[in-house]
């Protein structure tokens, strides 16, 4: 999936980011504190043995004397791992000492081979004591007197306390950290919308301009988006000169031209009858291959225009008037739907598109023809992404077959030699929808006339 969305795509980085972020800061801080934690759990076993060597002495009876009292309760507790044990080592013959939580069980010692003594001549090592309790043993072993008699001392702390610990700050830094981690999104987000409102600002412009509605981008811009509104503008005036100037070539064309073929239409009258007809028929066809051809250039010129825009509805109602002048005696209805409809087409291409429509109709027609023109789906094989008007002229007259309809398209042909005309006027609404790379079929209607389908791009109404 492609996010298009500039806003988007940086919200969505922001937060993965600050999702990474914090996961990786939060297994830091947990390994760094569990670290501190047992650190500070091996540094009190250590503080709590040399309470108990201090606590300890050799009685009068040649035998291990002494009460350690270490202020806390849990050695006078039975069964919570928490322990002292003092036991002679050698020839010293004594009853060994233990705290009262021990009871009558005791901790295994490994061997010095499994857990040596460091440089300070004491050892930790995890174990199990005889409850189940996961316990860390601090051992070393002393001298007691000038006599060498020595005794092994041993204080075991309950290592349910560390992990307990642990778990009770990490619960409490991923709440905070997810607190942090939603509130920085928040602010992020709000800070990215405030931070692009220019482009934002840029794109509405530029909106304006799409729908004709400003000729150029206006308003204040920062810095970094200035330089696109400058070069926007230059592009935009220069699209209008380019369009201008054509204009002004195709009309100093046609008007160089119509002189000459007016000559020569005129000339033909003096000629013999069949020389006459001959100059004349060719005159008329140079004329129709040259308007045709003007008019491509033209369209071309503008086609892709930010500037080309024409309201629907009012066009079509001055044609419709214009028609109803012409044949009284016929009715023609007009349909728009919905209101404010616009085509991305010059005013006179579309008069001249819908007006040869509603000509062909009003010659056939017997009494009636119909107008409409609503949005529609882009036509197949075009850009889906520009909006679509279709437009239907639709007469009572007697229609056309399918090999006349193929037929009428042609330039300069006419199905009917007793209605007045040139035979362009198809050809003409083929090749104007066709520049406006819209499309046209003609097909007979639901009242056996024929009926003219338009599709023409219309002025996109909102901005992507």
């Known amino acids: 999936m492609i996010i298009r969305s500039v806003t988007a795509r940086v919200l969505l980085l922001a937060t993965l980011w600050s999702a990474v972020a914090l996961v990786v800061i939060s297994l830091v801080i947990t390994a760094l504190y569990r670290q501190s934690a047992e650190r500070a759990f091996t540094d009190l076993l250590r503080a709590q043995l040399y309470n108990v060597i201090n606590s300890v002495a050799i009685g009068d009876d040649n035998n291990l004397a002494g009460s350690p009292q270490l202020g806390d309760l849990r050695f006078s507790q039975p069964e919570t791992g928490w322990y002292w044990i003092i036991e002679p080592l050698g020839t010293f013959a004594s009853q060994p000492l233990s705290s009262s939580s021990l009871g009558a069980s005791n901790i295994a010692v490994p061997t010095i081979l499994k857990v040596p003594f460091n440089n ?119 699209n209008r000169r380019i ?38 028929s060719q005159a008329e066809a140079m004329q129709g291959q040259v308007q045709s ?7 071309a010129a503008q086609r892709e225009s930010l500037l080309a825009r024409t309201e629907v509805e009012p066009v079509l109602e001055r044609l419709v008037r214009v028609m109803r002048r012409l044949n009284p005696e016929k ?7 919905p209101g404010g409809l616009a085509l991305a087409m010059e005013q006179q291409d579309v008069e001249e598109t819908i007006g040869n429509l509603l000509e062909n109709a009003a010659r056939h027609s017997q009494l009636a023809v119909t107008l409409t023109a609503t949005p529609s789906e882009a036509p197949e094989g075009t850009d889906s992404v520009k909006t679509w008007i279709e437009i239907v002229v ?31 006027g198809l050809s003409i609404v083929r090749e104007i929808t066709s520049e406006y790379q819209g499309q046209i079929a003609l097909s007979r209607g639901a009242r056996g006339g024929l009926r003219a389908r338009l599709l023409l791009p219309a002025v996109i109404r909102d901005a992507a």
């Open 120 to 238: 300070r001549y004491e050892r930790f090592y995890p174990t199990t004591d005889a409850y189940g309790n996961n316990v860390l043993v601090a051992e070393t072993e002393v001298v007691l007197d000038g006599e060498g008699r020595a005794a092994r001392f041993r204080v075991s702390g309950n290592l349910n306390v560390v992990a307990d610990d642990i778990a009770a700050f990490t619960r409490s830094l991923y709440i905070a950290l997810v607190i942090f981690g939603v509130c920085s999104l928040i602010v992020n987000g709000f800070a990215i919308l405030f931070g692009l409102r220019p482009l934002d600002q840029a794109r509405r412009a530029l909106e304006k301009v799409r729908r004709g509605q400003a000729e150029r981008l206006e308003g204040e811009f920062p810095r970094e988006i200035r330089p696109l509104a400058v070069e926007t503008n230059a592009l935009i005036e220069s």
């Open 243 to 280: 369009v201008e100037r054509a204009r002004m070539q195709v009309g100093n064309l046609a008007h160089s031209l119509k002189t000459p073929i007016a000559v020569l239409l005129n000339e033909s009258r003096l000629l013999d009858k069949g020389h006459s007809e001959l100059v004349r």
């Open 293 to 299: 051809y003007l008019n491509r250039a033209r369209i």
């Open 331 to 337: 009715s023609f209805a007009l349909s728009v739907a």
């Open 394 to 424: 639709e007469d009572d007259g007697p229609g056309l077959e399918p090999d006349e309809i193929k037929e009428a398209m042609k330039r300069g042909r006419r199905l009917d030699e007793s209605k007045p005309g040139t035979g362009l």
